[in-house]
C-alpha cells in the first residue's frame, strides 16, 4: 500500500500520549491479515471513503490500529480511550494540528500559516460550526496528494464519543459528509444499533464485523499465546499483588484457553496472571467499566435492568420473549434495555428469534460473583 508521502514525516506526528498507546498496543502483536487485507482492498476499490472496523470489547480493534499506524508512516492517528479526548473540541484541535503538519510538508505554507491563527485564535468558532475547517484542510492536502497517495485519518473507539456537547443529528466528532478524493476515514467501535451510528455519510463506506471472522481470530489467538509464552518463558518471574477485599476469587497455574477463543484482552490479562491468586486487576477495572457504563445507559430503568442483568448472567444464551415471561414485562420494554447494552452483547438468531448473551463468558462469571442476586 501507498502511503501519504515516499518518506516518513520528519515531524513529530502524533502527541506523546498517542505515541505510548501505539508503542504499547504493539508489544507481542501477531496476525491479524484478514484485516489489514481488507483495509487494503478498500482503498484500492475506493477512490475515497470510510472503512469501519467493529468487535466486541477487548478482540484488538485498538491493537489492529495502532499496528497499522506503525506500519504506515504519515498516517493520522487520534485516540478517544484516553481522558478527555472523547470530546469533538479535543478531537478537531489534535487532528487539524495534524494535517496542517501534513500540508506544510506538501509546501502549502500560506495557508498553514492562515490555518495556525484559526487554531490559536479563532478555534472555537470551527468547532461549533462543525466540520467546516476540518473539510477545508482534507481538500487542501487532497489536491497536493500525488497520483498514488493516499490521506489516511483513523479513530480508534468511536463508542466512546461524548456526543452530548454536539447538536442533536450532527456526525459523530463533526466528521464530514462528504470526502475529497484520495481522503480515507478508518475507525474502529463496538457493535451498535444500525440506526444508532452516529454517521450521515455520501462517500463509498464498508462496516468489517470481525466476529464474521471467527476462524482467523482464534488463529491469531493461538498465535499470541504461542508468542507470550515464548517469550515469558526466557523471562521468568513476577511480582505478587495484593488482593483487595472486593476482587473476585482466582487462581490458575497453567494457561486452559477454550479452542474458541477469541478475545485478546481476556487472554492477556490471564496469561500475565499465571502463577498469582488475584482476578487480574486490569481486567476486573475492564468489566467494571462496562458495568458502570450499562448502569448509566439504563438508569432510568434501574429496578428493572437490574431483573434482566440477573437473568443474563444466570443464562448462556436467551430471548426477550423469555425474558418478559420470568419477569411478566412487556417485550418491548425488555428490548429498549438490552439495545441500550449492545456494546456488550452477542446476538444469535436461533428459529428466527433473537437470543442473548454477553460477549464473553468471563464477563458473565465476574458479574455473577459482583451483582447481589434477586
Known amino acids: ?13 502524533y502527541p506523546l500520549e498517542f505515541e505510548q498507546i501505539i508503542t504499547a498496543k504493539n508489544q507481542n502483536f501477531v496476525g491479524r ?11 484500492n476499490q475506493s477512490d475515497r471513503g470510510y472503512f469501519t472496523i467493529i468487535g466486541d470489547p477487548g478482540i484488538g480493534k485498538s491493537a489492529i490500529l495502532a499496528h497499522y499506524v506503525s506500519q504506515n508512516p504519515g498516517v493520522v492517528y487520534y485516540n478517544i480511550e484516553i481522558t478527555g479526548k472523547n470530546r469533538v473540541e479535543e478531537f478537531l484541535t489534535t487532528i ?20 495556525r491563527n484559526n487554531l490559536t485564535a479563532n478555534f472555537p468558532d470551527f468547532t461549533t460550526e462543525g466540520s467546516g475547517f476540518l473539510s ?5 492536502i487532497s489536491d497536493r496528494l500525488h497520483p498514488e497517495q493516499r490521506l489516511i485519518i483513523t479513530i480508534d473507539g468511536c463508542d466512546r464519543i461524548d456526543i452530548n456537547n454536539q447538536p442533536r443529528g450532527s456526525n459523530i466528532f463533526y466528521l464530514p459528509r462528504y470526502l475529497p478524493e484520495k481522503v480515507y476515514f ?3 467501535r ?23 471472522y471467527s476462524e482467523q481470530n482464534r488463529a491469531d489467538i493461538q498465535e499470541y499465546i504461542k508468542s507470550y509464552l515464548n517469550e515469558s518463558s526466557h523471562s521468568k518471574g513476577s511480582v505478587s499483588e495484593e488482593k483487595n477485599p472486593g476482587d473476585v476469587s482466582f487462581n490458575i497455574t497453567e494457561p486452559d484457553f477454550d479452542d474458541d477463543e477469541t478475545n485478546f484482552m481476556y487472554v492477556k490479562e490471564i496469561l500475565a496472571a499465571i502463577n498469582e491468586d488475584i482476578y487480574p486487576p486490569n481486567l476486573q477495572l475492564y468489566y467494571q467499566n462496562h458495568l458502570e457504563k450499562m448502569n448509566l445507559a439504563t438508569s432510568k430503568q434501574q429496578t428493572m435492568a437490574l431483573q434482566v442483568l440477573n437473568i443474563l448472567v444466570q443464562e448462556q444464551s436467551i430471548s426477550i420473549e423469555a ?17 441500550k447494552w449492545r456494546e456488550f452483547l452477542h446476538l444469535e438468531s436461533i428459529a428466527a428469534e433473537i ?14 460473583q459482583k451483582i447481589d442476586p434477586l
Open 323 to 339: 425474558i418478559a415471561e420470568r419477569l411478566d414485562e412487556d417485550e418491548y420494554e425488555i428490548k429498549v434495555i438490552l439495545d
Open 190 to 212: 463496538r457493535p451498535f444499533l444500525t440506526d444508532k451510528s452516529g454517521l450521515l455519510i455520501e462517500n463509498p463506506a464498508q462496516s468489517f464485523d470481525l466476529s464474521a
Open 33 to 43: 491479515e484478514f484485516v489489514f487485507s481488507a483495509i487494503n482492498d478498500f482503498l
Open 186 to 188: 478508518i475507525l474502529t
Open 96 to 115: 487539524c494540528t495534524q494535517l496542517i503538519e501534513i500540508a506544510q510538508h506538501q509546501g502549502s505554507k500560506t495557508y498553514v500559516e492562515r490555518s
Open 355 to 368: 437470543y442473548y448473551s454477553f460477549y464473553h463468558a468471563s464477563f458473565r462469571d465476574w458479574l455473577r
Open 1 to 13: 500500500m501507498k502511503i501519504i508521502t515516499e518518506n516518513p514525516i520528519n515531524i513529530p506526528r
Open 136 to 140: 477545508l484542510l482534507l481538500q487542501e
